[in-house]
């Protein structure tokens, strides 16, 4: 069996909180995942994604941004995609830490984790990416609501009004990517996924499914966007030794 530990570790002098599933057998890699704007790493998405991969060798970490769940620190909207790529950059050295110096790793990321995850591994390449309905830019998203800004005690409505990114040029340095949305997701349009794909150099893929939504309710969806992202990951993998078929 898998095992789960809860760790911590800092980035920028801020404790953040983590999860960490390890496999049972031999660790031979490893994916870091982030979630989504006001979101935390109890994601369902992500905890199937963990466990499927601890099936293959491959241990997963999902933590919580500062600001968010149980981490440290608050949202600054005017730092906050710079914020979250050093929060990311720290999990990636912490995991080499507790891992292996040499182990490689991978990165996911959800809505504007994936926006994270781009701007990232565009500056510290990675062997494989997967982003989820991630935003190219602010512009044509959704902003969040009021019901959800209340909900979050460290974003003000201001705040949320000041929110602003676009990392086009970040996409255009991507590599080994798999993109993936659903036509339907109501809070950022499905054509963001077409321009990350466009965009990004080869080796790429592009998953987007009929209709859908934001939060991937779809069971049938969910099960395809598990075993995608496996084979995805163990490709790049596949050469390191004890990869399990």
């Known amino acids: 069996m898998s095992t789960e530990e809860t760790i911590r570790f800092m980035s920028d002098g801020l404790q953040l909180t983590g999860t960490l599933h390890c496999p049972e057998q031999q660790t031979i890699a490893a994916?870091?995942?982030?979630?989504?704007?006001l979101a935390n790493r109890h994601s369902p998405k992500q905890i199937a994604l963990a466990e499927a991969?601890?099936?293959i060798g491959i241990a997963?970490?999902?933590?919580?941004?500062?600001?968010?769940?149980?981490?440290?620190?608050?949202?600054?909207?005017?730092?906050?995609l710079a914020d979250r790529c050093r929060d990311l950059y720290h999990a990636v050295e912490i995991m080499?830490?507790?891992?292996?110096?040499?182990?490689?790793?991978?990165?996911?990321?959800?809505?504007?984790?994936?926006?994270?995850?781009?701007?990232?591994?565009?500056?510290?390449?990675?062997?494989?990416?997967?982003t989820y309905a991630a935003p190219v830019h602010s512009q044509a998203i959704q902003k969040p609501s009021s019901q959800q800004i209340q909900a979050h005690h460290?974003?003000?409505?201001?705040?949320?009004?000041?929110?602003?990114?676009?990392i086009s040029r970040h996409a255009a340095a991507?590599?080994?990517?798999?993109?993936?949305?659903?036509?339907?997701?109501?809070i950022v349009p499905s054509d963001h996924a077409r321009q990350i794909h466009?965009?990004?150099?080869?080796?790429?893929?592009?998953?987007?499914?009929?209709?859908?939504?934001?939060?991937?309710?779809?069971?049938?969806?969910?099960?395809?966007f598990v075993e995608a992202c496996v084979a995805w990951y163990r490709?790049?993998?596949?050469?390191?030794?004890?990869i399990q078929a």
């Open 96 to 130: 080499k830490t507790r891992l292996a110096p040499d182990i490689p790793v991978g990165m996911f990321g959800s809505s504007f984790g994936g926006t994270v995850v781009i701007a990232t591994a565009a500056v510290h390449p990675v062997p494989a990416v997967v």
């Open 174 to 186: 991507m590599r080994n990517i798999l993109v993936v949305h659903c036509q339907g997701d109501e």
């Open 198 to 224: 466009a965009a990004s150099g080869e080796p790429k893929q592009i998953i987007i499914f009929d209709n859908g939504d934001h939060r991937m309710s779809d069971a049938g969806d969910q099960r395809h």
């Open 235 to 242: 490709r790049f993998f596949e050469n390191t030794a004890g």
């Open 154 to 166: 460290a974003l003000t409505q201001q705040d949320a009004d000041a929110f602003s990114f676009d």
């Open 53 to 55: 991969l601890n099936h």
């Open 31 to 37: 994916v870091i995942g982030c979630h989504g704007l």
């Open 60 to 80: 997963y970490l999902r933590f919580d941004h500062r600001g968010c769940g149980d981490s440290q620190g608050r949202i600054v909207p005017a730092s906050l």
